[in-house]
């Protein structure tokens, strides 16, 4: 293939990727999660003010809901909120960049690494990958992460084989960015770390003199993030979701007292670790079941299409036996990626384990590049590649369909979709009044300080009311959060007692207070019926005069 | 190395396994068990409804399977030490302890499989990459018909699909994205892939527990290092011959909607060759690093299965879906000692006729009547009822317990809890 053809190849492959990736980003995913929205927020805060929504000035980490987002996908996309105003699309944008950049890194690994048939393969699925085109359209921090990690990678490879001071200098770099982006990397990046110093330690050590600039400047880069682990801003999240917060193991049998062979609680919490640790590598899970919680799957669809199956077995055949440098790295890459979401209690959670699927991706890529040099006949060959680019071409065309017609409908709640309409409405109405919107989690204020672009400073006068944020910020894991701002209220609803609450404008979830609570009613008049796209009621609005 | 005295342990071990308190462990019996008694009632005579004699051929076959799999590694390599820990693998799975305890048709089907190998050990073994490649023909043809059979719950799903759909587009893309066909396609290709989890093997489901189906312990964690060793180790023609019969037994229980562990229990042959394979390698180890991990991992095997033992014989390892209903056999017993001329007895506690012919040995049936009913519409009816209160019941439930209290027309005399069916068994007077 000469160069001219794979350049057009790669050039259409990432066009495409970007076009599936961004077309329509701000309505695809429907709904905007709450997540995506303290994101979105924050990073409008900051350019704004240059503090998060606490006040905080320039935060190690982002508090929003006591999850302690890691700053840089924040920071990132704060000139883009800045510039493009504060709405879905310029909030999920960076992720869908990010995506569409990891286009082009994982050519440049699969090239590095193997060669360049192989690496249009794996950017070809990589192209079209379910998983790929979901993450990298929702405001996903790990998304960043992820292509961060594998540019990481890509330098740390080329370091190995050009043994340039420059790319040790941009590997570190980008693997100690990544760990800003997202949780699983903190631990990840130090595991590959280790194993990958263990692995060229010669060099290392011949470089030792040249390394040590760089090596303290990747210190200082991760100082604020390292001061902050033994506080709960940097653990809370990690502890919160920990299999070590069940209080018993699965196989516990409750009538028994521990005792050697059975309720072995060493035994059963390995156990339990290591099943997590292989159900993401478990056939079922990667390619039929996919995530177990709706708001991150997509019906009928997993982490991989089905057909891909065999070439992933052929890619993992090969690089076993190849034995090289930079194959033992990939493998120690895919080895090490589910570790931090197995230590969660989740079943199978792609978020967490995201770092996997793009080697596990360039293996599938790997495994068409082998198949298609066993054979021997070029029509055999093109029919190879029909087939290929067929299957994938009607795999894509179903998840499409399933991401754009039917999770929408069907898992629109899991996206909180429904207060943008209900902002909309709320502005239109003549008066200002009391708002009173119900959520027991106390979380959709930062739905109406997006939607409705709220300066910082309004929610910062409500935080400081409640005291000085630096007393908490980083050293507390509970819940400290205003309950409201301005005219607005966030908080659990006793309808039986607040129904003669006169000028309020309540806004409850549909089953919470169905029509039976206030028909008939002279004093209450339902003002609007939110619906989920598939027309269940998802919202009402009701007003008491 | 003294042959005999493995085959002597390989047969105490086995034995041991399957026949040690087979009436008791596991605790109560199946539906499949109690039919199969009550259809061999007329050729033995009643004391033939037990557990013990129930489940003793499937003990004795299972200990047969053992050693015929044993002479048909033997004969295809040639090799005692692969033979004889293939088949030791084969002897202590939980899988094949677990079915060779109760009627199984697995046990049926796996002696079945390995008669046919002995009879026609010396053509497969001439033929192992032909006969991959039919298989795995076969069994794409097997997917393909299977595809035209369509299970009722499928075309619910086509519907309410192509409903959320007509809403946003015409119904050609509907139609075309959504039918029955590739509903099908997905429900048998998730199916398949059922069989390739590494949790249903290893884990006992867990993490992703499948609703309904009975998952129970089938291999210990030790052998999964044995079989990726033993996977490396193997043959290319014997990898083709061992996948294509794997995919055809998986493809085969997808196509007919099989999911129970005695169904796929043949799959156990092929795992066991395998981890065999990787045991062979691993006790041939000379580098000390690797010999002293095969000693942490036959440790560790060693210590799963004591583990096991100790917890089956216990009866902990039974799963939420169990067939088995140990309440029927004290809830009997308990009718007995009842001074009545009828009982009512609920069909809502699931096959109780056969049940109760079963522990009665087919005798006194004339006092026992079995139906539905509702107790609140039978006031006027006195005598003694026994039907089930769920968990959780809402006040539409005839035995709904009001502030922790019977209702007032009955008279409780009796209860029994289901754990695994979360439900009450409740005997009382009306």
């Given amino acids: 293939m000469t160069r001219k053809k794979e350049i057009k190849i790669l050039i259409a492959l990432i066009l495409t990727g970007a076009f599936l990736r961004i077309f329509l980003l701000g309505k695809f995913p429907t709904g905007f999660f709450r997540d995506e929205a303290a994101l979105g927020y924050n990073a409008y805060s900051i350019w704004l003010t240059g503090k998060d929504e606490f006040g905080v000035f320039l935060p190690s980490v982002f508090r929003s809901f006591e999850v302690f987002f890691l700053p840089f996908y924040v920071y990132l996309s704060a000139p883009i909120v800045g510039i493009l105003g504060l709405s879905e699309f310029s909030t999920r944008l960076l992720s869908a960049l990010s995506g569409t950049g990891a286009l082009f890194v994982t050519y440049l690994i699969a090239k590095e690494v193997w060669n360049k048939k192989a690496a249009l393969f794996s950017t070809l699925i990589l192209t079209f990958s379910s998983w790929h085109i979901f993450y990298s359209r929702g405001t996903f921090e790990g998304n960043l992460a992820l292509t961060l990690f594998a540019a990481g990678f890509l330098f740390w490879i080329k370091f190995l084989k050009k043994k340039d001071i420059k790319h040790f200098t941009f590997s570190t770099l980008l693997f100690a960015l990544s760990m800003y982006s997202y949780q699983a990397e903190r631990l990840v990046v130090f595991l590959f770390a280790a194993i990958a110093a263990t692995l060229s330690w010669k060099l290392l050590w011949k470089k030792k003199q040249k390394l040590i600039l760089p090596v303290i400047i990747v210190i200082i880069v991760l100082l604020p993030l390292l001061s902050l682990t033994l506080k709960p801003g940097g653990y809370h999240r990690a502890f919160g979701v920990s299999v070590f917060q069940e209080e018993t193991p699965p196989g516990w049998v409750n009538e028994e007292d521990s005792s050697l062979f059975i309720n072995n609680r060493v035994f059963l919490r390995g156990k339990q670790i290591f099943a997590l640790y292989l159900s993401y590598f478990s056939p079922r899970n990667l390619f039929i079941e996919g995530d177990y919680n709706t708001q991150r799957s997509v019906e009928d669809f997993s982490v991989f299409y089905a057909f891909t199956l065999p070439f992933l077995i052929a890619g993992l055949a090969k690089v076993v036996k190849r034995r090289r440098l930079e194959d033992k790295l990939f493998l120690s890459w895919v080895f090490l990626a589910p570790i931090p979401a197995s230590l969660t209690g989740d079943p199978f959670h792609t978020y967490r384990s995201l770092l996997l699927y793009l080697p596990l991706t360039v293996l599938i890529g790997v495994g068409l590049w082998v198949l298609y040099d066993t054979l021997k006949r070029g029509y055999i060959k093109s029919l190879f590649l029909l087939g290929v680019l067929g299957a994938i071409l009607v795999n894509t065309c179903f998840f499409l369909f399933s991401y754009l017609v039917i999770t929408p409908a069907k898992y629109a709640r899991s996206w909180d979709y429904g207060y943008r309409e209900i902002v909309d409405f709320i502005e239109t109405l003549p008066e200002r009044k009391r708002v009173v919107v119900y959520d027991p989690w106390t979380e959709p204020y930062i739905h109406f300080l997006f939607y409705q672009e709220k300066h910082p400073s309004i929610y910062h006068k409500e935080v400081l009311e409640m005291g000085s944020p630096d007393e908490y910020y980083y050293d507390s894991s509970d819940e400290i959060r205003p309950l409201g701002f301005e005219n607005y209220e966030f908080r659990k609803v006793d309808w039986r007692k607040e129904r003669g609450d006169e000028d309020t404008v309540f806004v409850m979830f549909a089953e919470v207070l169905p029509e039976s609570e206030f028909a008939g009613d002279p004093k209450i008049q339902l003002l609007k019926v939110v619906e989920y796209p598939d027309g269940q009621p998802a919202f009402r609005i009701v007003e008491v005069n | ?430």
Avoid at chain 2, 191 to 196: A, D
Avoid at chain 2, 232 to 247: C, P, V, Y
């Fill in chain 2, 1 to 430: 190395m003294n042959k005999k005295k493995f085959i002597y342990l390989l047969f105490l071990v086995t034995a041991f396994t399957r026949f040690w308190k087979i009436g008791e462990i596991p605790a109560g019996l199946s539906p499949q068990e109690v039919n199969f008694g009550l259809n061999v009632l007329g050729f033995f005579g009643d004391w033939v409804l037990s557990p013990f004699w129930i489940r003793l051929p499937f003990a004795v076959l299972g200990t047969i399977s053992v050693f015929l799999l044993y002479y048909v590694v033997f004969k295809l390599t040639g090799d005692f030490k692969t033979s004889v820990l293939t088949a030791f693998i084969f002897s202590i799975s939980p899988w094949h302890i677990q079915e060779s305890r109760i009627f199984s048709l697995g046990i049926l089907i796996v002696v079945g499989i390995l008669l046919a190998a002995i009879v026609f050990r010396k053509r497969i073994g001439k033929n192992l990459k032909p006969l991959g490649i039919v298989l795995i023909v076969l069994s794409f043809f097997i997917f393909g018909l299977s595809l035209l059979k369509i299970p009722q719950e499928l075309r619910v799903n086509v519907d309410q699909d192509r409903n959320i759909a007509s809403r946003v587009e015409t119904i050609l893309p509907a139609r075309l994205f959504s039918n029955k066909f590739i509903e099908s396609y997905r429900y048998r290709v998730g199916l398949v892939f059922e069989n390739l989890d590494i949790g249903n093997y290893f884990f006992k489901g867990h993490p992703r527990e499948r609703w309904g189906v009975e998952e129970t312990q089938k291999l210990f964690i030790g052998f999964l290092p044995l079989l990726v060793i033993g996977l490396f180790k193997i043959k290319r023609e014997t990898l083709l011959f061992l996948a294509g019969g794997f995919l055809f037994a998986a493809v085969s229980l997808a196509s007919f909607g099989l999911r129970a562990p005695t169904y796929s229990l043949p799959l156990l042959l092929p795992i066991s060759f395998i981890t065999a394979l990787g045991a062979k390698r691993v006790l041939a180890e000379r580098k000390n690093i690797y010999k002293y991990l095969g000693y942490l991992v036959f440790f560790v095997v060693l210590w799963e299965f004591m583990s096991f033992l100790f917890s089956y014989y216990s009866g902990f390892e039974e799963g939420r879906f169990t067939p088995r209903r140990p309440v029927y056999e004290g809830l009997v017993n308990y009718t007995k000692e009842l001074d009545s001329e009828e009982i009512v007895v609920s069909e809502r506690l699931g096959n109780p006729k056969e049940y109760f012919r079963f522990y009665l040995k087919d005798k006194n049936m004339e006092s026992y009547e079995f139906s539905s009913f509702n107790i609140k519409e039978k006031e006027d009816e006195k005598g003694v009822y026994i039907d089930i209160l769920p968990d959780g019941a809402g006040p539409s439930e005839p035995l709904y317990k009001k502030d922790g209290k019977w209702p007032e027309e009955i008279d409780v005399i009796g209860e029994f809890y289901e754990k695994n069916k979360g439900q009450t068994i409740v005997v009382f007077r009306n």
